[in-house]
C-alpha cells in the first residue's frame, strides 16, 4: 500500500518476486497510481477495502504517522489466513535465516 518514491521500488521489486503473485497496489493520489501502474504493469486499485478483499498480505509503504491508520485496516480482516502471513512475514524479517 502506497506507491510514493519508496513504494514504487517496492512495488517494482515484489512483481519480480519468484514464488510470489503481485495482485496490486493502492494509491490514494490517482494520477500517481496510474503513472505506477503504467510503469511498472501492475494492477492499481480504486481503494484499499477492495485491495485487501483480494490478497493474502500487504506491505505498508506510507508515511510514519500514517502505518497504524493503514495497518488497522488489514487487521480489521477476520481471516487467521491473513494475519498469518502477516506474522510469518514479520517473524522472517526479524529472524533471518543463519548459516
Known sequence: M????LGFHHIRILR???DA?????FEERTERAEK???????KSYADLA???DDVDAVTIVVPT?????VAKQ????EDPAYHKSWLDAQHASFNPPTS
Do not use: R, Y
Request: without cysteine; glycine residues 12%.
Open 21 to 25: 503473485q503481485l495482485v496490486g497496489f
Open 36 to 42: 505506477v501502474s503504467s510503469e511498472l504493469g501492475v
Open 16 to 18: 519480480d518476486v519468484d
Open 74 to 77: 488489514a487487521l480489521d480482516i
Open 65 to 69: 504517522p500514517l502505518h497504524f491508520e
Open 2 to 5: 502506497g506507491a510514493g518514491s
Open 50 to 52: 477492495t485491495l485487501l
